[in-house]
């Protein structure tokens, strides 16, 4: 925290006394609109295909995917780090005021996540908390645990009526270093959420649990790391990143 910028800190510090807003069904029903309008119009989303080389053409860009398919673009945007960026475009010419942007790990944060299917013994008072822990979570060096339940009348998040959904999230820093062992923290997330009277231990139904290698598969993040890249008073706010990669058309 000493390495926050004051404008940061400041708006960090008061968004909390706004109020949060939920989705019903959870972030997927914010990107189902976007592709339906896509699909209705002609357009065609393809997921699960990993892009591993970008270059210039005439006219635009060339990309050449994993699974050995190439895609001509007028525009190309990345909505992976600049880390993992400039992998891909290492056959373009990005300038290396970009590469000296880049961040370690050890700059970094990944998460520990679970997501836990349960039977509540009470009503809750909001949906969002942050419990600040005693002692640092096993393996994670993390020692605060944020909580997120489904709304108690969003009803399509479970198949079964009386059931919820719980999202547990802690930061774990300098992921590149880190072996997390899954079930030894799942354990003591429990633990925590039992003492605090979030759940009986009983009245869970399922469980999971991800670590930075799960994120990084998921995210096309390096070491799986998590948020925007973080605070430091050497990386003034107007020396940050804009969107613009190459000085043509990708961003």
Sequence with gaps: MEEVNALFGATALCYTNYPNYYLDGGLLSRVQPFVDYLEER??????????????RVEGGYRAFTYKENEYDADYVISGIPINNTLDVFAATDVGPKLRAKVMESEQLNSAFQMGIGFRPHREFETIHHQIHLSEALPDTGSDSIFISLNHPEDESRTDETGLAVMSVSTHIPDPAIRQVDNDKVEAAVIAVLEEKGFLRKENVIYQHSSTPKSWAKWTGRKWGFVGGYPQYKSNKPWQMLDARLDGHKAY
């Design 42 to 55: 002609g357009g065609e989303v393809i997921l699960r295909e990993g892009v591993q080389d970008i270059s």
